[in-house]
């Protein structure tokens, strides 16, 4: 699950809100089921580069939406899952976002390319708020690292 996610250290965004974002959109998208288990703090922290308070703020504010959960002995799982996380990789968006991807591709867009195009594009457009998502990030993908 760390791989999905990424800490942008450039970005005006406070890392700890980057991975509550991306960990909020990858419940809200299905590719972290109900029942799921994340990374330790320390365990996520050292993947990311980042010091073990930022990923337990950023896990404090996910558990205080109600979309994990950290369990003695268990470890932290994802509590809540949408509609989408119950669908797998047919979801429409995801099939969406595959048709995004491949087109791109074969156009000769490199992924990098790719993402700071949606970035720029998602500043431009208002989108609907996640659960647990404050109204002024509206941006749930994974951003690239430094």
Excluded: C, F, W
């Excluded at 450039?10 to 994340?38: C, H």
């Excluded at 990923?55 to 939406?65: D, G, H, N, Q, T």
């Excluded at 003695?72 to 799982?77: A, S, Y």
């Amino acid at each position: 699950m760390s791989a999905l996610i990424t800490v942008d250290l450039r970005d005006a965004t406070p890392p700890y809100e980057q991975i509550r974002a991306q960990v909020a959109s990858l419940i809200a998208v299905g590719q972290l089921a109900n029942g799921s288990r994340l990374p330790t703090v320390r365990a996520l922290a050292g993947d990311l580069g980042v010091a073990t308070g930022t990923v337990a703020r950023a896990y404090k504010e996910l558990e205080s939406a109600g979309l994990i959960e950290s369990r003695r002995r268990l470890g932290t799982i994802v509590t809540h899952s949408s509609a989408s996380a119950t669908e797998t990789a047919d979801s429409p968006l995801e099939k969406m976002l595959d048709a995004l991807i491949n087109q791109s591709r074969a156009s000769g867009v490199e992924d990098e390319t790719l993402l700071s195009l949606l970035r720029g594009r998602m500043r431009t457009l208002e989108s609907p708020q996640l659960p647990g998502k404050p109204a002024h990030d509206d941006n749930p993908l994974p951003r690239s690292t430094t």
